[in-house]
Nanobody, 122 residues
């Protein structure tokens, strides 16, 4: 199984980025897909998750209204659209997968990508 994130980069505060995570080696449509992030010196934290059929979506409360998550099962891809970015959104963003149901705890995920860096300048 391989999860490959892309779309990170450097952006000014108020800007937008769209992260992508392409999965291979698993039946993507049977997996919940999540995004976590880890800032320097901090623990990894939950960002968002979408369950296997897209009927259950959750976000970190502080991100609601700025971030959206979506999936394209035909492309084995999950997206994280990030708008109105703030300096505190700076982190490495990780994609993760687990069977079927959405969870917000990192250790409940079976597979992880290597991460993509997002840096927001204030």
């Amino acid at each position: 199984v391989q999860l490959v994130e892309s779309g990170g980069g450097f952006v000014q505060a108020g800007g937008s980025l769209r992260l992508s995570c392409v999965a291979s080696g698993l039946r993507f449509s049977n997996y919940a897909m999540a995004w976590f992030r880890q800032a320097p010196g901090k623990e990894r934290e939950f960002v968002s998750v979408i369950n296997w059929i897209g009927s259950n979506i959750s976000f970190l409360d502080s991100l609601k209204g700025r971030f959206t998550i979506s999936r394209d099962n035909a492309k084995n891809t999950v997206y994280l659209q990030m708008n109105s970015l703030k300096a505190e959104d700076t982190a490495v963003y990780y994609c993760a997968a687990r069977p079927f149901e959405a969870r917000i705890i990192a250790n409940e995920y079976n597979y992880w990508g290597q991460g993509t860096q997002v840096t927001v300048s204030s």
